[in-house]
Nanobody, 114 residues
Framework: QVQLVESGGGLVQPGGSLRLSCVAS????????MGWYRQAPGKQRELVAL???????NHVDSVKGRFTISRDNAKNTVYLQMNSLKPEDTAVYYC????????WGQGTQVTVSS
């Protein structure tokens, strides 16, 4: 059974930074490609960053240069360092496999506002 626990969100001013963490357990392991997804109010959930089992990363254009995904396989944890945050980054952030499985965690709310 998959468990995903996200943390690290909060309220931050534009230009600020946050670091999200996701602890995965169950059938998810270092062999899985992992990603951070986000869902803004009224919008579909989207994949914003992924990291392969081998450590190769990719980020969507809207966050490229500002967000960085990483992983610590020994801790079964995936991170998302978010810098230069913008109001349009406001969303609930989730981690999951890529492609995603059917089980999601509770997510962590990120609100960027002055």
């Amino acid at each position: 059974q998959v468990q995903l626990v996200e943390s690290g969100g909060g309220l931050v001013q534009p230009g600020g930074s946050l670091r999200l963490s996701c602890v995965a357990s169950g059938s998810i392991s270092s062999a899985n490609d992992m990603g951070w997804y986000r869902q803004a109010p009224g919008k579909q959930r989207e994949l914003v960053a992924l990291i392969t089992s081998g450590g190769i990363t990719n980020h969507v254009d809207s966050v490229k240069g500002r967000f960085t995904i990483s992983r610590d396989n020994a801790k079964n944890t995936v991170y998302l360092q978010m810098n230069s945050l913008k109001p349009e980054d406001t969303a609930v952030y989730y981690c999951n496999k890529v492609p995603h499985g059917s089980t999601w965690g509770q997510g962590t709310q990120v609100t960027v506002s002055s």
